[in-house]
């Protein structure tokens, strides 16, 4: 009911629409969000590849094989968001002279993300979180930060950027 109400109020006062992630300038990124969401592809991919290692699928597995999927697609959609956010709203003219192949780096990991979503391929994600590392590594230098490699504690236990937070 209030709603409805308001939105008939729109229809006469044309109320203007707003969105967000970062047009506010809270100055808040990280790229772990990126890198973990092309860690749960890679993860995805792995328990796919164990399902299609079975001479048939039950039921449940079909099921589990149509969630399994539907969360790579999920993951590989945060990735792209994720990766233009932080281009778009963080990246500007000082970080891109000092880091010149951030445009094409960008291109590059939409370009791989949705290879990666297209196919149950291992080597189409781990291309996509090389680049996603990358992308990591120039973010934290263009904040003045060192970073790391490091594997990740849990599966699928790849290497990622982190960044060295000291206090």
């Excluded at 006469?12 to 300038?25: E, G, L, M, N, R």
């Excluded at 003219?93 to 949705?114: G, N, R, Y």
């Excluded at 003045?144 to 790849?158: N, W």
Aim: proline share 5%; glycine share 2%; charged share 20%.
């Amino acid at each position: 009911m209030l709603y409805n109400l308001i939105q008939k109020l729109d229809e006469k006062v044309h109320f203007s629409t707003v969105s967000a992630h970062c047009d506010i300038p809270c100055k808040i990124y990280d790229p772990i969000h990126a890198q973990l969401a092309t860690l749960t592809m890679i993860r995805m991919v792995d328990l796919l590849n164990e399902l299609q290692n079975k001479s048939e699928l039950s039921i449940n597995d079909q099921a589990q094989f149509l969630r399994l999927v539907t969360q790579k697609e999920t993951h590989g959609i945060q990735v792209k968001k994720e990766i233009t956010v932080i281009w778009g709203d963080f990246i500007k003219a000082p970080q891109l002279e000092k880091f010149p192949e951030i445009h094409s780096l960008v291109h590059s990991i939409m370009l791989e993300t949705s290879n990666a979503k297209q196919r149950i391929s291992k080597e189409a994600t781990l291309s996509l979180l090389a680049k996603v590392n990358r992308f990591a590594e120039i973010f934290w230098h263009c904040k003045g930060i060192q970073t790391y490699k490091a594997q990740c504690p849990y599966p699928p236990e790849q290497d990622l950027i982190y960044p060295v937070l000291t206090s």
